[in-house]
């Protein structure tokens, strides 16, 4: 059974910063994370390839977020800086051993399993 246990969300001010994680039993292809506002549809936001450590991510966060593995720890990190208002959301980690580009797969929205969330909430 794969599980995927997020923390770390909370409330931050625009301009700060939060470190996301991920632990999971099983590594998979394709490991990220995605992230829902209310009102709108599921977007991924930053994916890697554990077995390259090839990143992806989406426009919206480069430069501003980071995507890491620990694969002794079997964590996944998201780290997140320059916070903006717009960036608040449910994250989700999620996993799926059948993709073929990161890229793709955030775009798609869709993932083999997913964490149960955590909120990022910003405020300007």
């Known amino acids: 059974q794969v599980e995927l246990v997020e923390s770390g969300g909370a409330s931050v001010q625009a301009g700060g910063s939060l470190r996301l994680s991920c632990v999971y039993t099983?590594?998979?292809?394709?490991m990220g994370w995605f992230r829902q506002a209310p009102g709108k549809e599921r977007e991924g936001v930053a994916g890697?390839?554990?077995?390259?450590?090839?990143?992806e991510y989406v426009d919206s966060v480069k430069g501003r977020f980071a995507i890491s593995q620990d694969n002794a720890e079997q964590t996944i990190y998201l780290q997140m800086n320059s916070l903006k208002p717009e960036d608040t959301g449910m994250y989700y980690c999620?996993?799926?051993?059948?993709?073929?580009?990161?890229?793709?797969?955030?775009?798609?929205?869709?993932?083999?399993?997913w964490g149960q969330g955590t909120q990022v909430t910003v405020s300007s």
């Open positions: 099983a590594s998979f292809k394709c």
């Open positions: 999620a996993v799926d051993r059948s993709c073929v580009e990161l890229k793709r797969w955030l775009l798609r929205g869709t993932s083999e399993y």
């Open positions: 890697i390839f554990p077995i390259s450590t090839l990143t």
